[in-house]
């Protein structure tokens, strides 16, 4: 951020809203320290503070500091370290705001957790520091990973050919594999999108469903379609799939098949079986990427049935042009009570078969 963006360590009188220091603080054990911003532009100033300022509030809550907001000016009380992260996080955002982007709670985590990243990396400095990777595309614009697990994740679709992510929902996986995909084919390098996944129900039969093939299939393609919709014009949709230029197909049309020039993406995994990975796997054709994501906690196969994507971890990782990621209930984006869903559920596995608590 430009100088002329922010005016650090002024002194101003607090606004409307008026809190104590945090009890440690107030206690005397780190010597608390006062900070002020000052943003350019209000209208700004006022996205990145967030409805109601709460997205200040999320910052003080995370990083127990007390943050008031007032105008286009926000001052910063709390531990130096606390502060300056605050710093960093309220700088990242508003250079999001800059460029046009919207501001949710979820970015304001992403922020923070990329404001730790900056702060232990160079932690004396004001320029050259990093920031997440992030994904581009013609409709969505730019889109920033969250957290170190998502910035990984993009690190790993970048690099390597054939990319394995498992982790819970709400993480981002497919998200981002068909916001990635869809990146590589408007930049030309690669010619078509196969996005597939196993019509395997959850939990439950549905029995016939009548209509056509693709009316038959639509339901449980229907996720890979919203990501898809997120990225790309719906026209742009409608005529890459008329041309084969985009293929939303189960995994069951992909046997026989020699995939080139293509970013294919195969979703919820965990309910292929172990000849249906191989026979996935081996489709991979010249210029292609391929990208398999999956929960290994929510496999809907039949009881006694291997997971096929446990089971390409197992055999893969670690071998040349292979990348694996794995997400955490940590890393959830979706909501806080998601990850909080989560980990109760963790938790609970982790209790019964009798390891470790969190």
Not at 75 to 93: D, K, S, Y
Not at 150 to 166: G, I, K, N, S
Request: hydrophobic share 40%.
């Amino acid at each position: 951020m430009r100088p002329s963006d922010r005016a650090v360590l002024g002194s101003r009188p607090d606004a409307s809203r008026s809190r104590s220091l945090p009890a440690s603080l107030a206690a005397g054990d780190p010597q608390p320290s006062q900070l002020t911003l000052a943003f350019d532009d209000n209208r700004l100033a006022s996205l990145v503070f967030g409805h109601y300022d709460q997205n200040i509030a999320k910052i003080e809550r995370r990083l127990g500091i007390i943050a008031n907001a007032n105008g286009n000016h926000v001052t910063l009380r709390g531990a130096e370290e606390a502060c300056e992260h605050a710093r960093r996080v309220l700088e990242n955002l508003y250079a999001r705001a800059k460029l046009g982007q919207p501001i949710s709670l979820g970015d304001v985590d992403g922020a923070i957790q990329e404001g730790a990243l900056q702060g232990n990396l160079f932690p004396k400095e004001d320029s050259a520091r990093p920031s997440f990777e992030q994904v581009t595309t013609r409709k969505r614009g730019t889109v920033r990973a969250r957290n170190i697990a998502q910035d990984a994740y993009l690190t790993a679709l970048r690099r390597h050919e054939l990319v394995f992510a498992e982790g819970p929902a709400g993480t981002g996986k497919t998200w981002l594999a068909v916001g990635h995909a869809v990146s590589l084919l408007e930049q030309g390098i690669v010619e078509r999108l196969i996005l597939s996944r196993p019509a395997v129900e959850a939990g439950e039969r549905l029995g016939f469903l009548p209509g056509d093939m693709r009316e038959k299939v639509d339901p449980y393609l229907r996720p890979v379609y919203d990501a898809l919709n997120d990225f790309m014009d719906g026209r742009m949709i409608e005529r890459g799939m008329q041309t084969g230029m985009i293929e939303v197909a189960p995994l069951a049309f992909m046997r026989g098949r020699t995939l080139t020039s293509a970013a294919v993406l195969l979703d919820e995994a965990q309910n292929t079986s172990s000849m249906q990975m191989k026979m996935f796997l081996t489709r991979l054709g010249e210029g292609s990427r391929m990208i398999v994501t999956g929960d290994p906690t929510q496999t809907d196969l039949p009881p006694g049935q291997k997971s096929g994507l446990s089971e390409a971890i197992r055999l893969l990782t670690g071998l040349e042009g292979i990348g694996h990621v794995i997400f955490r209930d940590t890393d959830v984006v979706r909501h806080d009570l998601v990850r909080r869903i989560v980990s109760a559920y963790e938790a609970d596995t982790r209790k019964q078969a009798g390891g470790p608590g969190p």
